[in-house]
């Protein structure tokens, strides 16, 4: 069953949009398996710019069917300007090329008006929320009182089901936040007028649809949102993302059994980035970290805003492998590094005085450590024009073979540009 799990192996934003836009050339379905429009996922095909935050990448290919599944939590809002941009730009020409699940978590506009709110009050407590209804949406979910995608073609039963959610909903919201409540009649309004849009891309259960893709032999790229450092329960707590990022969340947000996946490919740039609050051991709070900002152009996709931006962290690196048990890596942004005389690379942390080796996990302990470096010599070249490893300068490669031999893991995909083909293949993605 050939079915490719791609995961982000950092704080996010690593490029797994460009990956499976790559990947999906050669692939016949694109699963999108959690999150939501908190992703900002940038392609850049023949010098144009299209950012997705729901709709899977694959979705530029004509020949790739894409599935929004279950485990999404899906502002129906953002999902139809999606459709209708990509629709003016000539896609989605056969609506059969999107299936979106009727068991996907509905995010309206309370959701988003609640974690606003939420952060607004935290002050200088703030997580730092993309303020899209992320987690007030996963609350739901957990808490069995979610509306569904396929609740919004039940009429009969979508007013009294809209009118529990905002009883508590609109208390939160005027009594403890200050805020105004939320009408039912006109969220009613706003979901007439995305249903009958949305009608074409419904699908009951997207998890048959998959399992018979697989059992076909199928090509079928999991495509997940945010980094494997921002996972729920295994993340840097609380400054993480509301569902969990890892591989295993494919199968459960898919809904398929564990047996029928077996590469997990994962994603990291060739230095560190994150956004919002939570320890970072390796942020460059300097020059250094300014100009790998302005070279890789380290703004959010979702958010506009800027990203800290520091040396690669090995350490974290290996955790992340641990976590989804990935088979395979793509370095992604190496070009960003050129013009350095020396590049600095993490591979180990002090922490209270003593030199570990491992990620710490005990709450607290990470904003502690202090990363111990290793330097590499660097390059002068420009990467971008390369189209094979022999292409790259020497100091790149053994950049490259030193990453790979430190995790263990093989680097089977180099990035050295946003472009489709700015990406050289080491291995094929479908071997």
């Known amino acids: 069953m050939p079915g490719i799990i791609v995961v982000g192996s950092q704080w996010g934003d690593e490029g797994k949009g460009k990956v499976v836009d790559v990947f999906s050339s050669q692939a016949d379905f694109v699963v999108r398996y959690q999150g939501g429009a908190n992703a900002g996922h940038t392609l850049v095909v023949d010098g144009k710019k299209t950012i997705l935050h729901l709709i899977p990448s694959g979705i530029l290919h004509s020949h790739t069917s894409c599935i929004i599944a279950a485990g999404v939590v899906l502002d129906v809002e953002r999902v139809c300007e999606e459709i209708r941009a990509l629709r003016a730009s000539g896609l989605i020409k056969d609506q059969t090329q999107l299936l979106i699940s009727d068991s996907a978590t509905l995010i309206l506009p309370y959701h988003r008006l609640l974690d606003q709110a939420r952060e607004r009050s935290a002050g200088l407590e703030k997580i730092g929320t993309t303020g899209r209804g992320i987690g007030p949406a996963y609350e739901e ?254 100091q790149a490669q053994d950049y490259i073979q030193y990453i790979g031999a430190s995790v263990a893991t093989p680097i089977d995909v180099v990035s050295v540009g946003p472009g489709r083909d700015q990406t050289l293949w080491i291995k094929p993605l479908f071997s």
């Open 141 to 394: 979910r957990a808490s069995r009182k979610a509306l569904l995608f396929g609740d919004l073609f039940q009429k009969e039963t979508l007013r009294g089901k809209l009118e529990v959610a905002l009883k508590e909903k609109n208390f939160l919201l005027e009594k403890f936040y200050g805020e105004k409540p939320v009408q039912v009649d006109d969220l009613l309004k706003i979901i007439e007028s995305v249903t009958q849009e949305l009608a074409p891309y419904r699908c009951k259960d997207t998890s048959l649809v998959i399992y018979k893709a697989l059992r076909c032999g199928k090509k079928v790229l999991f495509e997940g949102a945010q980094g494997s450092l921002l996972d729920l329960l295994h993340g840097t707590y609380p400054f993480v993302t509301s569902s969990s990022t890892l591989s295993g969340s494919a199968m459960i947000g898919a809904g398929i059994g564990p047996s029928t996946i077996t590469n997990v490919l994962g994603i990291t740039k060739a230095y560190t980035t994150r956004v919002g609050a939570g320890p970072f051991p390796t942020e460059c709070d300097n020059a250094t970290g300014e100009r790998i900002r302005q070279v890789g152009a380290e703004f959010g996709s979702t958010t506009g805003r800027s990203r800290r931006c520091g040396w690669l962290d090995l350490v974290a690196l290996k955790y992340a492998i641990r976590l989804s048990g990935i088979t395979s890596l793509a370095l992604m942004k190496l070009d960003v590094l050129s013009g350095f005389e020396k590049i600095e690379i993490c591979n180990s942390y002090e922490l209270d005085g003593q030199k570990i080796t491992e990620y710490p996990v005990s709450p607290g302990d990470l904003a502690r450590c202090k990363p111990i470096y290793e330097a590499l010599n660097g390059w002068s070249e420009d990467l971008t024009g390369a189209r094979s490893l022999k292409d790259l300068p020497r």
